[in-house]
């Protein structure tokens, strides 16, 4: 589990959506991409992810199944979800998360891995969830390690005769669960209705997170995998408008970025190299300009009278 790459991932996208108006939530926007994709983004990782709802098209692959019956439920869902996984850890998700990201994942991860219960006994943790700001569990932002899962899905599954309908508290009421602070309930962020939808939209354009939202989803569209210093490109932009000429910015950028995803190279690197010509190419424009203001001779007035 050190490299978090031991887990299995099941994410729950079925669901009637009835405060949406019956809309398929998970196919919904968000800066761009569908609400399952940005989830499915946060767990890139996984040994094997499991979509659990109707068929949709996603940005990566995935296995698919759906919960009998359909619209049984989260707790029969996840059953159906488990079928499919092998790893000693699954991560569950609801597919209405657009602020997940893998580093709430891999804290997740972590925590599920940490051994001892946090109330001190002998018993291993079963599990982690995430708590957000308003001390509220939640369940389906979570790592739940496999052999207590299954083990409870079974008791409860016999106890009830079946699944559907039941609640999801009923799942982790014997399960010993790490709490993980959402301090600024941003991971734990889900889509209900269409308030929250247009709350989501807002917030990916604040003025704080718009360009590396945006940079994201361009890499996702584009397929890449680049890690993109966005402050440092902007510097870069700036030194090129203001050293060479405004088209040189996107141009520069551009060329950064080529380079760094054909050659394999860092973009610090390549960003500090290119930041350095333009400021050397400011520096000789300046000179220049300096000497001719002085009266400095160039050219033919150099040369002597003959």
Partial sequence: MNDHTDYDAIVLAG???????GA??????????????????????????????????????VVRALEDPPGGGPLAALEAGLQHTT??????LSADLPFLTAA???????????????????????GAMLRDASGRDQPLVAA??????????????????????LPLRALWAELVLERVPDDRSTASFDCDTWEDIDAARARI??????????????KAELGIELDVDTAALLDLARDAAHGVARPA??????????????????????????AAL?????????????????GGATGDEAKPAE
């Fill in 249 to 274: 910015a996107p141009l520069t950028t551009f060329l950064v970025g080529y380079a760094a995803g054909q050659q394999g190279r860092d973009v610090q690197e390549l960003t500090d190299r290119a």
């Fill in 87 to 92: 790893a000693p850890v699954v991560l569950v």
């Fill in 24 to 61: 398929d939530k998970p196919a919904l926007s968000v800066g761009g991409r569908p609400l399952l994709d940005r989830v499915l983004a946060a767990c890139p990782d996984a040994a094997s992810t499991v979509v659990v709802g109707p068929g949709r098209p996603t940005a990566r692959p």
């Fill in 104 to 126: 709430t994942v891999h804290d997740l991860l972590a925590a599920a891995a940490g051994g001892p219960g946090s109330g001190g006994g002998a018993a291993p943790r079963d």
């Fill in 144 to 165: 739940y390690r496999s052999g207590p899962l299954r083990r409870e899905l079974a008791r409860l599954r016999a106890g009830h005769g079946t699944l559907a309908g």
């Fill in 278 to 294: 333009a400021n050397r190419w400011a520096a000789e424009a300046e000179g220049t300009e300096g000497a001719a203001r002085s």
């Fill in 205 to 218: 354009r604040e003025h704080g997170t718009v360009l590396d939202e945006w940079i994201t989803a361009v």
């Fill in 15 to 21: 669901g009637a959506a009835r405060r949406l108006g």
